[in-house]
């Protein structure tokens, strides 16, 4: 029997699901932003840069989503790929959502000919979108079918994973008196 999924593992992929979801919201802010903005000419100055700083805001919540989701994703199909408990014929879903999240990044970026900007922009953030609902779908279903492969049960509340931060009991060097000793003796100076 393989070993069980480690902390890390578990780690990587919540952390790939929120940072997927912070990049949703941020893409989904730049919709009402647009719609707002070029809604009529803006008089004010206070108004126009109430709304440069709102993008300039959400710009970075989608970049430091987006980077976020992509090292976090990067290690979590890492280490999905070192687990020995197989894959299902036709592979794992959250290979497949971060594949389609990939193909409709880049299709978010390239509009077809003849849409007006305001349809353009709408379309890109759907395809985003559909593109994070993929990717966060494929992770869940990987993660759960792994943890079944593995005989792990599902935590049923929020805290039940084990944590990767290190606890008293890490620290605990009731295990080597030398160690022991050498802190003792360093808290003594």
């Known amino acids: ?71 976090c994703a990067v290690v979590w199909l890492v280490q999905t790929a070192r687990l020995a408990y197989g894959s299902p014929p036709t592979g794992h879903l959250g290979y497949w959502g971060c594949a389609a999240f990939g193909v409709l990044f880049v299709a978010a970026y390239v509009p077809p ?21 993929l990717l966060i779908a494929g992770v869940v279903h990987t993660r759960r079918w792994i943890r079944r492969r593995a005989g792990t049960p599902v935590p049923a509340r929020a805290g039940g994973f084990p944590s990767s931060r290190p606890t008293a009991e890490d620290w605990s060097t009731g295990w080597d008196p030398e160690v022991e000793r050498d802190i003792e003796r360093r808290r003594a100076r």
Not at 113 to 133: F, K, S, W
Request: proline share 7%.
């Open 1 to 71: 029997m393989p070993a069980l999924p480690s902390p890390d593992w578990e780690l990587a992929g919540r952390r790939t699901i929120r940072f997927a979801v912070a990049y949703a919201v941020a893409a989904a802010a730049v919709v009402p932003l647009f719609a707002w903005a070029t809604r009529k000419p803006v008089d004010e100055v206070t108004v126009a840069a109430a709304t440069v700083i709102a993008n300039l805001v959400i710009s970075a919540l989608l970049l430091g989503g987006l980077l976020g989701l992509l090292v």
């Open 113 to 133: 000919p003849g849409l007006r900007l305001a349809d353009a922009l709408l379309l890109a953030a759907g395809e985003r979108l559909l593109g994070v609902i």
